[in-house]
Structure formats: C-alpha cells, structure tokens
C-alpha cells in the first residue's frame, strides 16, 4: 500500500525533497531485495524505463523552492519528481495564515485536489495521504490547513497524517505564533495524527550529536528527514505475520491517537552520529534502549545531557499526580528497531505501567515494530513516537505567547483585512486551551 | 517571481532613483552571466525587443535584448529628468514612462499636491496603469521622494493616495528622505509634516531615511578610507558609497549619499530576487513589521558600508540587550539570501519598527511649531486652489498622535507587564 505525500510551502517542499531522498537511498542500498521492493512501493512509482518517481505532490504560492527541489531531485539520478505533479503561484502568502486559509486555498484547491487525486489513482492501494508543513508562514500553515480540511471532505476514510515543523522559538516569523495557534487548532478537526518536529531541538541534534559547526536549514532536514524516514520505512508488526506490514498509517493511528483530544506525536531516535564517527563506534540494543527509555521518561529529545534522575512513580503512589514535574507521562508509544539482532532486543523496559496513564493497559499503550534491514547506514537505530506529554510545554508557550500578542490586539489587522475575525482567534485558543488541559491532566 | 514598479517624484527622488537604477544593472550584471532575461531580472525589468511594432516585452528565460526599467518618472522641473536621459541610462526609460512640468513646484506641497496633483491625475494614473499592466504579477509599488521640498513632497504624496486607489491591493513602500535641520529650504517642515500625514494615511510601509545620518555616514567612510587604523585598509571600490562598476563615471556631490538610499532598496529587495535558504517576500515585510496600521514607520540600518581587506567576520550574535514590547519579546523576522551584494562576501539589512523614530518627529513638530506660531510663509500655501488653514491643524494633529502612540508604548519600556491570564477550560 502506498502513501501520497503532500508538500506545502517552503518548509514542506524542503523537507519533504529530503525526505524522498533518503528513503530512496535507504531502498536501494545494498541486497535487500523484499525491503526495497515494499519501501519503493510504498513511496514510488516506477515508470516503463524503471524510473522512480516520488508519489508526491508539491504545492507552494512561490515558485522558487519547488523549482529548486524538483531539479535537486532529478539531479540525484535516482529518482525524480512527476513532472506536472506540482502547483505553484508567482506570489506568497506573505506569512499570513488568514492571506493562505481564505484566498490562496479557496481559489486553488481544485487544482491541489486533482494533483492529489493523480496520484492516489496512480496507487494500487492507497495506505493514506501524509500533508508536511510547516505552521509558522503563510502558506504551508494557512494553506495546508485549507488542503488538509479539502482532503478529509473528499477521503473521509483515508489515514490523514500531518507532519509539522515548528519554528525556533524566536528570529522566523513574528506572528509565527497566531499562525500556529491557528493551524494546530484547525488541525486538530481534521488530521488523524500530528506528528512534530521542533526547529530548536533538531537544531541540538545538529550541534552537539552531528558536531556541524555552521548549522544551514539543510542539515536541521536531513535530521527530520532521517526521523521521518525511520518511521515510515517498512517494518515487521505484531499484527503482520512476519511480513513487512502494508497499513503504516493505519497500525501508526491505531497504536497512537486513539482518542480525538490527543493527537500530538513526538519524535526522537538513537543513535545520531556524524557518519565520520559510525565505523568507530558499537552498538547494543540494551545500551540504546536504556537510554531511550530515559530520554522519554525525563523528556529530552536526544541522547546527550538526560536527566537520569527521574523516574517514575512507585506503585503506590501512581493514583494521585505525584509525578514529580519533569516526569513525563505518556498515553501511548511506538518503538520501531531497526537493524541487526534486532529480535534479540528486550523491550520490557518501555512495557512498564509505570510510564503510562492508567486507562490503558500496557499491551495497548506500548507498540513494537521491528525491521531486520539496518536504516540509512546506521548498523543499529532505535525510534521511539511518542504521544506523551513531550510537547505539552512547547504547546503551552506558543499558546501563551500569542495570547500575549492577541491582548494587546497587535498585528490582528492583518488578519482581519484576509477574513479571520477576532472571533476565530478566540474559537482557536480555546480549542488549544483544552488540548493543553488534556495533556496536563494525564499524569 | 513578482515584480515591483519604482515611481520617482521629484529632484530627490529622481537622483535616488537613477543610482538605484545604476546600481541594480551592476548587481545583476554581476551575477547573471549569460545573458539571459531571468526571474531575478524580471522583478525591476522588463525586456523589449525594439524591432516589434508594439515594443513587446519578452517573456522570462530568452536572451536579454533591451532592458527597460519598470519605473515611472515624475518632476515639475525638466532638469534632472533631461540629464537622465542624456546620460548613460537613457535607454532604461522610454517616453511613456515620464511625465514632466517646466516651472517646478518652488517648494511649496500645496503646488505639488493640489494644483499638480489635480493637473495630471489622469496622466499619472495612466503612466501607472501601464506600467502595472507589464508586469505579470505585481506585488509592490516602490515609491521615492524627499519630504522637504514641493514636488517629491506634494506630488510624491499625491501619488500615494492614488496608488492606493487604483491598486489597492498591490503592497506601496516608500522611501521618504527627510531634511536636516540646516536644510537650505525654510518651508520644509511644512512640507515635511502636511507630507507625513499622507504617509501615515496611505502608506503600507515607510522607510524614513535622514539627510543628516546620510552626511554622518558618508563622512565616517571619507575618513576611514584616507586616516583609519594603519593595516586595515579599505577596499574603495566595494564602499556602499560607490558607483564604481555603474555605468555612471564621475561622481557627483549627493552620489555618495544616494548611492547608500539605493543601496537599501537593493538590499531589501533581494530576498525576493535571489534564491535563498529562507525566502522573504516585500509583502512579508508589512505583515511581520506593522502590527498596527498607523505605526509603519521602519529605520534601516546596513551594514558593511565598506569591505575591509583582509576581513575576519565575527559570528553574528543577535543582542538580547534590545528592550522589546511585552508582548512581542521576541520580534524578530529573518530572511536569508544567498546572493551578496557585488563586492561583498555577505551584508546585513535590518528593519527596525522601533519608538525612536518619534525623536525624528518631535523635531520636526518643533521646527513645524516655530514657523506656524508665527504663521510665517503660510499665504503662500493658502493661496493654492483647495488648500485650507485646516490642512495644517489637521496635519500637526495627525502628527501628534502619531508621536503620543509611540510615546505609549514606551511607557511599559522597563516596567515588568504581566502576561495577561489565560482562558480557563472547567475540567
């Protein structure tokens, strides 16, 4: 079964062009003949000359990031973009959520829904439609809300995953903060998972793993690239009978958001390595998991500086939240293990009730997928995705700052001139304000 | 791609306008190697192939036949607009571009704004119309002009209501360079305050540049390119002060300071020309920087304004010592462009909305008030056609607001805001 990636703005086409590229590498590296084929089924489409073309498609309102991306990828050699699998304008959104929510996407969804309905044609099955986007411009925030609600009313019973990147807290966007308030209220309707990536945190991982020096906007998407990928490659499920499983979004949805007012997913993987540094070093399975189960019990998103001194609570304790602050409680989890000895790992570690709320018992809130096939060159690779309390404080910032700004009415001409009332503005803080309190009262 | 028209009012902005000109072909030239008519080019130019009967311009992606700009000229004086067009950019601006007047407006707004302003309303709006009409997706008009005299001061505000008229949609920047206090023309802060009550009215955004900063500036190059520390020597060539490379030879006495107002306009506008890892657009620009109408009023600053021989550069550091409103800690936007100005390895443009521009208004107010108390020079703006003593009260009275807004917002400067308190969700 296959997915149909849906690339909005700068952002999305960026990400999305690195995202293709690894997984197509990852597909065709060495002699893994079942693996490839199903990881190539899933994200390609192979013409009568064999070639492999990305079941995607690229929207922004400005043309240069498309044009860039489309010919990086038929630069590769390996795999290309469809040709007319793209759609862009001569003008942006301006970084104006209202600017891309009621005129772009309005005027242009006709056009963005028959590219996608192409491509899904195009599949023999479709597993379900991935929207990446990022939630702090215009366009892949206003428009890719508008796409993703256009999608849902013509798919009603497709997988809707969203993949978001969230800017650094601060120097992208001003009002950064209304236009994701905004997208994630929306989304929260329609999408059937949210899956996030933070700007500062990939930024750590790019600084203090990877040890690049100058970190560009290229390095932060090859990380999510590579999270991503780790992802959504092929994989053994309990429920697959030994066969790599053909529903990704579906075992993914089921296993994660079962409940409509928690939708947020987090990422984190280990190792990350420079790959200068990867024939020099040893993995083993209880090490990384160990150390996985840490990052997600003291919330840190990366192997370095974790907090080894929560845990959490005991027994008798767990009725009441006594839970000290930075213990992070989670509803659900998926552990995706990837590479060799990979059926000799020990997961009990994440089976704990301990980690999770209590309204779900460990064999429902704990998910294990496994791949024998080593991922991107890493010998070994672990991927937690996690929908826990991980993201509440970043969630709870965003929503605090824009509040701030919304009090002193600042930048809400804006908004007003495109057709968002202040109204609006209210419904989506209030929106958040309870996906907030939901996530608080997990532990 | 979009493409933005330039409109020059006045001796100012027409001398501004021609280093603009000089200096974006120098820019291009420099990066556009073969030839071609490009996107980037496309964005201020439009290519004519002079052999076809109705001078049709070419698509983007062909070879580069006859470069116009897309600009409009305007001046009540024939000089500067003559010597343009005797001079090596001649070929840049056809007739239809030009709209020009013999006696000048002799510094006095009411001329340029009333009685100008209604002579050629429809010959204006004609010019704009047209030039709008070559441009396949036109995001913003570019309008320059100095505040002090009569005609960039009256007409160049004229110009502005009617810009947001005819084309309300498209995004109106305007470039306003305003006197010094020793500036030769003693009206000029009339003018300058019945000219800023049409900027804070009509304009999306303003870039209000001073003469006496341009002086400062040029001086503080003068004397680093002939004293300065011994082995730091400057590259004279590559100053923002320089023309070297345009096709204009010999600099004249204000070139060093319009070549730094070109500059600028280059600068902002490169983002949307060039490629880059983090595109900004123009009409990014008003959305991230005005979070109210009225308070559009944006400093620049640049920087290198001269490239140093053996230059080690610093990892930019962006200081948290900038007090900030409350609400908006951390108010920045970003936009990163892959291509640097010519004889630069990297340049910095910052935009900031920032309450220090009241300062420059206060002034302002102050020489306003000197003169009217008296009610020096006033008949001669009364006599004009349509213009009233009201002009004035309401102008002075648009400028105060303005200035008593900011001075608001300084008032929280230092003083610990609380955040305001959250929606409460009943569990």
Known sequence: MSIVTVQLGQCGNQVG???????????????????????CERFFHQTTHGDLVARAVLIDMEPKVINQSISRAAKSGRWRYGESSHFSQKQGSGNNWANGYCVHGPRHSAVVEELVRREVERCDRLAGLMAMMSVAGGTGSGVGTYATQCLRDIYP????LNHLTWPYRTGEVIVQNYNSVLTLAHLYQLSDAILVHENDTVHRICSQLLNI?????????????????????PALTADSHGVYSR??????????????EYKLLSVCTIPQM??????????SWPSLLKHLRQMLISNTKMEEGIDWQVCPPAGSERARSFTGPSFNTSLANLLILRGKEVYSAETDGFEDP???????????????????????????CATLVSNSQALLRPLDNMVGKAWNMFASRAYIHQYVKFGISEEDFLDSFTSLEQVISSYSQLS | MTQSVVVQVGQCGNQVGCRFWDLALREHA??????????????????????ESDGGAHVVGGRIQHLKARAVLVDMEEGVVNEILQGPLREMFDSTQLLTDVSGSGNNWAVGHMMYGSAYREQIVDKLRKAAEHCDCLQCFFLIHSMGGGTGSGLGTRVLSLLEEEFPEVCRIVTSIYPSAEDDVITSPYNSVLAMRELTEHADCVLPVENQSLVDIVDKIKHMSHGGKPGSAIKRDSTIISGQGGLSGAEKPFDAMNNIVANLLLNITSSARFEGSLNMDLNEIAMNLVPFPRLHYLVPSLTPLYTLADVSVPTRRLKPLLPFVSWNQEGWKTGLCSVPPVGHSHALLALANNTCVKLTFMELRERFIKLYRKKAHLHHYLHVDGMEQSCF???????????????????????LVPDAPRLRIAR
């Not at chain 1, 906007?217 to 999270?227: E, K, L, M, S």
């Open chain 1, 17 to 39: 062009h690195e995202l293709f590229d690894i997984i197509c590498s990852d597909a065709l590296e060495g002699q893994r003949k079942v693996y490839s084929t199903a990881s």
């Open chain 1, 157 to 160: 019973k497709s997988f809707i």
């Open chain 1, 213 to 233: 020096k100058h970190i560009s906007f290229g390095d932060v998407n090859g990380v999510i690239a590579h999270q991503l990928g780790s992802i959504l490659q």
């Open chain 1, 247 to 260: 529903n990704p979004l579906g075992d993914l949805v089921s296993g994660l958001t079962c409940h409509p």
């Open chain 1, 274 to 283: 420079p790959s200068s540094s990867m024939a020099y070093s040893t993995f």
């Open chain 1, 354 to 380: 301990a980690l999770h709320t209590s309204w779900l018992s460990s064999e429902e809130a704990f998910n294990l997928w496994k791949s024998p096939v080593p991922f991107n060159k890493y010998e070994k």
């Open chain 2, 30 to 51: 420099h990066v556009n190697k073969k030839g071609l008519y490009d996107e980037a080019l496309s964005s201020f130019f439009r290519n004519v192939d002079s052999r």
């Open chain 2, 393 to 415: 009260s309401e102008a002075i009275s648009s400028l105060s607001s303005l200035i008593e807004e900011y001075q608001h917002l300084d008032a929280t400067k230092g003083t």
